[in-house]
């Protein structure tokens, strides 16, 4: 294409950009809002997916040995622990450090019947906080580990749990159907404005083909408008 014909179309778009300025001014803004909308609305599927997984990740499994565990018994149960596949990490909690937390949640009075009363060792289980790799997976680590030679007792909210991941996937379904909504809406808009723009000027581009015009040369004012 020579330069005098390209300088041409870049003239003659602007004279239809601003011969039709409303029509271009109502479609920039529509084309803006919906992608603003679209924009948006990822922000959210990316919050709402972040969110989700800090609340997953926030579930763990508490194990309890007996009461009066002897170190070896403790240190054996830990390894075990640590062997199970899908497991992150595990954190041993021992009597004393599971009375000072219960001392710090309910208060020093409870710390202080403990120590007047009755050794922590003879009272509390020692107990391990074990964290999955997989949030999703705990319900399953916990039934292993409930299998487990020297393990007292599984404790991980089973309650709450299943409700809590049924509701994070409603969230996630509910937010990238929300976008995929959306970016339809976005591409249905942007052809649709591209055929009423092309409607718009029929008779124009009629009158071009009948002169013996190019496709090319009809369709690249639509494109340097677009």
């Known amino acids: 294409?020579?330069?005098?014909?390209?300088?041409?179309?870049?003239?003659?778009?602007g004279k239809n950009l601003w011969r039709h300025r409303f029509h271009t001014l109502a479609t920039l803004s529509t084309l803006a809002v919906t992608l603003f909308l679209?924009?948006?609305t990822y922000l959210l599927v990316q919050n709402v997916d972040n969110l989700s997984r800090e609340v997953?990740?926030?579930?763990?499994?508490?194990?309890?040995?007996p009461v009066g565990a002897k170190t070896e018994e403790v240190e054996r149960l830990e390894a075990a622990l640590k062997a199970l596949p899908g497991v992150a990490s595990v954190a041993y909690i021992s009597p004393q450090e599971g009375l000072e937390r219960l001392s710090e949640r309910y208060g020093p009075e409870l710390k202080d019947i403990f120590v007047q009363d009755i050794r922590a060792e003879e009272t509390l289980p020692p107990s391990f906080v074990v964290r999955t790799s997989e949030p999703r997976e705990v319900p399953e680590l916990a039934a292993?580990?409930?299998s487990l030679p020297g393990v007292d007792a599984v404790?991980?909210?089973?309650?709450?749990?299943?409700?809590?991941?049924?509701?994070?996937s409603i969230l996630r379904s509910t937010a990238f159907v929300l976008l995929a909504l959306l970016a339809f809406t976005a591409v249905y808009l942007i052809m649709n404005?591209?055929?009423?723009t092309i409607y718009m000027r029929r008779e124009e581009v009629e009158l071009m083909?009948?002169?013996?015009?190019t496709g090319l040369y009809i369709r690249l004012p639509f494109f340097f408008e677009g």
């Open 56 to 65: 997953e990740g926030e579930v763990v499994i508490r194990v309890f040995a």
């Open 1 to 13: 294409m020579k330069p005098r014909t390209l300088f041409r179309h870049l003239r003659e778009t």
């Open 155 to 168: 404790r991980y909210g089973a309650e709450w749990v299943d409700k809590l991941f049924v509701w994070t």
């Open 209 to 213: 083909r009948l002169v013996g015009a």
């Open 38 to 40: 679209v924009g948006a």
């Open 144 to 146: 292993a580990i409930e």
């Open 193 to 196: 404005t591209v055929r009423l």
